[in-house]
């Protein structure tokens, strides 16, 4: 029993390790609430061919759940040596 969760608990670090490494060369630049506008803005960084990765910090103060898409937050994240031109894109019209 106490190997399993010696186990266990060895399998969340190294996941969450990963999780830390996977972010340390990409820079937050936007922070979205709502899937509208986070689309939007996922949009422009597609166009201009930007990779990006999103990152959804859990909300569990949700109290209406029905409309959890309105209110959920979304950080989007670009290479840190794009982020001025990822800004540039994310700001266009």
Same mark, same amino acid.
């Given at each position: 029993?106490? @190997?399993?969760?010696?186990? /266990? !608990?060895? !399998?969340?670090?190294?996941? !969450?390790?990963? *999780?830390?490494?996977?972010? *340390?060369?990409?820079?937050?630049? =936007?922070?979205?609430? +709502?899937?509208?506008?986070?689309?939007?803005? !996922?949009?422009? /960084?597609?166009?201009?061919?930007?990779?990006? *990765? %999103? &990152? %959804?910090?859990?909300? /569990? +103060?949700? $109290?209406?759940?029905?409309?959890? =898409?309105? %209110?959920?937050?979304?950080?989007?994240?670009?290479?840190?040596?794009? $982020? =001025?031109?990822?800004?540039?894109? @994310?700001? &266009?019209?």
């Amino acid at each position: 029993m106490y @190997i399993m969760i010696g186990i /266990l !608990v060895f !399998v969340i670090a190294c996941a !969450v390790i990963a *999780k830390l490494i996977s972010y *340390k060369y990409w820079t937050c630049i =936007h922070t979205a609430f +709502g899937n509208e506008n986070y689309y939007k803005v !996922v949009a422009k /960084l597609e166009r201009e061919g930007i990779p990006f *990765k %999103t &990152k %959804t910090p859990m909300n /569990l +103060g949700t $109290e209406n759940f029905q409309n959890r =898409h309105e %209110t959920t937050q979304y950080d989007v994240f670009v290479k840190k040596e794009q $982020e =001025h031109i990822a800004q540039r894109a @994310i700001n &266009k019209n």
